[in-house]
């Protein structure tokens, strides 16, 4: 059987979930169905998403090994250069879909197999590792911003734990936007890095100048009630992860008195997948890149993701 490198979880580790990522060899991948087809990688980036299946979150014994990786740019079997949109029907899953690395092999590989409607054309003029940040963080902070958020109604938005993936884009897109942007972070480097991208840092919990009309929340517990705190009447609190906790205490008169709109949401549609590349391309928006690393040095991104010093995405080049 034809073999591939990828990088997967042969097990769970929740303490240690660096321990439990495995780079080695795996069967090629087939296409499960006619409309399916094979993608040559040529950059991903990782995710928390990736440490969280290391942990054992969202995936059981059953199916490992698991090749990890949700985000890809690669060419199409027609030579063209294509970005995965990673979202797919999955019949069974409560969801009705899975990201790549839930049900289907991920993108941390030389190839992986996704349907032909997935693939979006890559950009002129982008490369592909920056390509290889939207499709996941990017795409996730785009739908918080604008369809969750209604960010165009607003002037101000606070982000939490500014340092992270989808909290970079969501400060960078903001201010490609032309709001008013504070973002927290618990580290004094990172706050200088978020000022140079034109947000206002602050410390965690800090009292903000004005209360905000969104906010970014993606560290859970941890922030959740300075989100409230912050947030003005009518706000919208956007929540797309939990990083520190999923489950914080709510001040629920808080809630209603200020009329605040609390709102989950996961990843993006194909058609805001192909608006945020637009507006990226329209705009001169370029990803927040932490380091590009080889493939060949993956265990490597792992660990910097794992270290928690990144700012922004860590990318993965699969043709260094
Ligand atoms: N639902 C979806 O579709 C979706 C999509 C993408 C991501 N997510 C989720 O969103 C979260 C962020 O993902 P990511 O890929 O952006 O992760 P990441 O790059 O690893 O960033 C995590 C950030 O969270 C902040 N943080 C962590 N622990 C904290 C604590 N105790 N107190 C305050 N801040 C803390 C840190 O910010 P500072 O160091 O700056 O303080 C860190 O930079 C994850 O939980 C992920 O699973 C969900």
Redesign the pocket.
């Known amino acids: 059987m034809p073999i591939m490198r990828a990088a997967f979880a042969s097990r769970f580790d929740d303490a240690d979930p660096l321990a439990a990522l495995t780079v080695g060899e795996r069967p090629e991948p087939t296409p499960p169905a006619d409309d399916w087809v094979t993608v040559q990688l040529r950059a991903t980036s ?4 990736d ?2 299946s290391l942990r054992g979150v969202g995936l059981t014994e059953a199916q490992l090994p698991m090749i990890l990786g949700c985000d890809a740019v690669g060419v199409d079997p027609e030579g063209r250069p294509v970005v995965v949109y990673p979202v797919v029907v999955t019949p069974g899953d409560p969801r009705g879909v899975s ?1 790549l690395s839930e049900h289907f092999a991920g993108t941390l590989a030389e190839r992986v197999v996704v349907p032909r409607s997935n693939l979006i054309p890559l950009p002129d003029g982008m490369a592909a590792t920056d390509a290889a940040c939207l499709p ?2 990017w ?2 902070a785009w739908r918080m911003l604008t369809t969750k958020g209604r960010v165009a109604e607003a002037d101000s938005v606070l982000v ?10 969501a400060v960078a897109l903001a201010v490609a936007m032309g709001k008013r942007v504070y973002a ?4 004094a480097v ?1 706050r200088d890095r978020i000022s140079a991208l034109g947000a206002t840092a602050v410390e ?1 919990g800090a009292r903000l100048p004005e209360r905000v009309d969104v906010v970014i929340e ?3 517990a ?2 959740f009630d300075h989100s409230l705190k912050s947030a003005a009447p009518m706000a919208r609190i956007v929540v ?6 999923h489950e914080p205490s709510v001040n629920l008169r808080r809630v209603f008195a200020m009329q605040l709109e609390i709102l989950g ?3 993006g549609t194909p058609g805001e997948l192909y608006e945020l590349l637009a507006f990226c391309s329209d705009n001169e928006v370029r990803p927040v890149v932490d380091c590009v690393i080889p493939f060949s040095r993956v265990e490597d991104a792992f660990a910097r ?1 794992h270290s ?1 010093d ?2 922004g ?2 990318v993965i080049d699969h043709e260094a």
């Open positions: 990782l995710n928390h998403h440490l969280w990201i996941t963080a795409l996730t939490q734990g500014a340092g992270g993936g989808v909290a970079t884009a927290t972070s618990r580290d990172k965690p993606t560290v859970g941890a922030t797309s992860g939990a990083t520190a906790g949401t996961s990843m993701l928690g990144a700012f995405k860590v």
